[in-house]
């Protein structure tokens, strides 16, 4: 099956540094990629959708200057938090829609020290 | 509004017990509805998209339009079902997920 491999798993980084999350379509272009934001004990939530080759598309109250994502290519998306606070502190996950629905990256845990 | 009800944040039944969980959805237009699984320190699987009307690992949900309900059923739980379990919309151009709160499923042996 389609395959997104999402990177790094954890990462812990101090606070006011930036940090980069990759998601990467192993065995499938991925022309649409979505990221999520899930809180402990809490759903996933639809921070944005980009698009390869486009600005992506944030959802009402995710700030565009903080939370960078680059789709440059069919098997790549990025996010970046910017100037990461400890509230920015949470688990961050990517999906690609697929010909049978959708495929989950296994997620980044981020903590802001 | 919430797009997707998942009433039971929690649910356990015992071993060899039929389960449900429940899912409603509130969407005008003709839904495309998924249960997602994630097992403990696992990524989200698919377990069933309506559309497909097929049974994963002895599960099935039936989309029932008039009362906008789309639960998740097995007659006999297993142990190894334990985990957390995501009822999704598929919605806008884009065909964005919308995710329910999650029920976690926990079958006591």
């Known amino acids: 099956g389609a395959v997104v491999s999402q990177h790094p798993s954890w990462v812990i980084c101090k606070s006011g540094t930036s940090v980069k999350i990759e998601c990467r379509s192993l065995?499938?272009?991925?022309?649409?990629m979505f990221w999520y934001r899930q809180f402990p004990k809490q759903s996933l939530m639809l921070m944005a959708t980009?698009?390869?080759?486009?600005?992506?598309?944030?959802e009402q109250g995710v700030e565009k200057d903080k939370f960078l994502i680059n789709h440059a290519s069919l098997t790549l998306s990025t996010l970046t938090v910017t100037s990461a606070h400890p509230e920015d502190s949470s688990f961050y996950i990517c999906?690609?829609?697929?010909?049978?629905?959708?495929?989950f990256g296994s997620g980044t845990r981020l903590t802001v020290v | 509004a919430q797009r997707v009800t998942q009433p039971e944040k929690l649910l356990s039944v015992f071993k060899g017990a039929p389960v449900e969980l429940k899912c409603n959805y509130s969407?005008?237009?003709?839904?495309?509805l998924f249960w997602y699984v994630q097992y403990s320190r696992q990524r989200l699987q698919l377990l069933l998209r309506?559309?497909s009307r097929e049974s994963i690992k002895g599960f099935t949900a039936d989309l029932n339009k008039g009362e906008t309900s789309f639960h998740l059923k097995k007659p006999f739980a297993q142990e190894e079902d334990s985990a957390m379990y995501y009822c999704a919309l598929s919605e806008g151009s884009a065909r964005q997920l919308t995710f329910g709160s999650g029920t976690q499923l926990t079958v006591l042996p």
């Open positions: 980009s698009n390869e080759g486009s600005k992506a598309t944030y």
């Open positions: 065995d499938f272009q991925a022309t649409t």
């Open positions: 999906s690609a829609t697929v010909y049978y629905g959708y495929t």
């Open positions: 969407y005008s237009g003709s839904p495309e």
């Open positions: 309506h559309i």
